[in-house]
């Protein structure tokens, strides 16, 4: 059987789309097509009975657009401010969305703190089961109106995945603006070469992942690829496919042939915690 064929057994997955697959390139403006389009397919995918969470960027462009900052946020404060603004109004519009198709956005707002302390963890942890035992969709960002760089994750790629290894999920699908993984940038080299299936991250492979991060966004491809190498360490299967079509979600849960999946393998030495002290070094 096709390793993709077995995606359609998955039971739990994390979603991840950045700023640039939700907003109007020209204008900063959410992309309202899109959304509608991404929030149909997570209920779709819900109503065959997953656990689906999505972990949701977006505040800080939604807060520039909102107030009218037409600059990347210059200082933190700045930043703070506008994802305060954004972060409530995106989360309006996806209750919007969801309720339309009957189910229920749950906001969970994170920093590194949250993880780091045990007790936080826990709590996140008895949380995001209790939403899910509800039948709940929970949206998870980082909590940008208090988290300062000693305290954040600094992009959602690595918070997805810090999710996907918290709730035990056996899927995390990062939806980029680039189809997958290539040899080389491929906006600066036509000779790159798409790469279908990563069974191992090895540190040549770590090195492929250049910075490519957007005028919105926060991740690149090193992001990505450190991502993979907590979800898969965490027993999850985790692919990078191009949000550019939202409807990709139900043919990537079909099976078919498209992005870059690195298949999980349970690491018996994985501790979430090792994971956490590391990156904060
Ligand atoms: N948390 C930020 C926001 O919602 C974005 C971080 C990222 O794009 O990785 O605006």
């Not at 992009?155 to 939806?175: E, G």
Request: proline residues 2%.
């Amino acid at each position: 059987m096709n390793y993709r064929e077995k995606l359609k057994d998955k039971k739990r997955i994390v979603v991840k789309i950045g700023s640039s697959s939700i907003t109007h390139p020209e204008t900063g403006a959410l992309n309202l097509t899109k959304l509608e389009i991404l929030v149909r397919e997570l209920c779709d995918l819900k109503n065959t009975g997953k656990d689906v969470i999505l972990v949701s960027s977006g505040a800080i462009a939604v807060g520039r657009q909102a107030i009218g900052v037409h600059h990347r946020p210059k200082n933190v404060a700045e930043k703070q401010a506008c994802a305060a603004i954004g972060q409530a109004q995106l989360m309006m519009i996806y209750q919007k969305l969801f309720s339309e198709y009957g189910h229920r956005a749950a906001q969970i707002l994170m920093t590194k703190n949250t993880m780091m302390n045990h007790l936080s963890r826990r709590n996140a942890a008895n949380t995001f089961e209790e939403l899910l035992a509800l039948g709940a969709i929970p949206i998870v960002n980082e909590n940008d109106t208090v988290a300062t760089y000693e305290i954040e994750f600094g992009d959602n790629d690595t918070l997805s995945a810090i999710v996907a290894a918290l709730v035990h999920a056996d899927f995390l699908l990062l939806l980029s603006d680039i189809d997958g993984l290539y040899t080389d940038d491929p906006k600066k080299n036509p000779a790159a070469v798409f790469i279908d299936t990563v069974d191992q991250l090895d540190d040549q492979l770590m090195h492929m992942g250049k910075g490519s991060s957007s005028d919105v966004g926060t991740g690149g491809m090193a992001t990505k690829l450190s991502a993979a190498k907590i979800a898969t360490s965490a027993g999850a299967d985790m692919m990078i496919a191009n949000g550019e079509d939202f409807h990709v979600i139900h043919r990537i849960m079909q099976g078919m042939n498209v992005g870059t999946l690195f298949p999980g393998h349970s690491d018996e030495n994985f501790d979430l915690f090792d994971i956490l002290e590391e990156e904060s070094n």
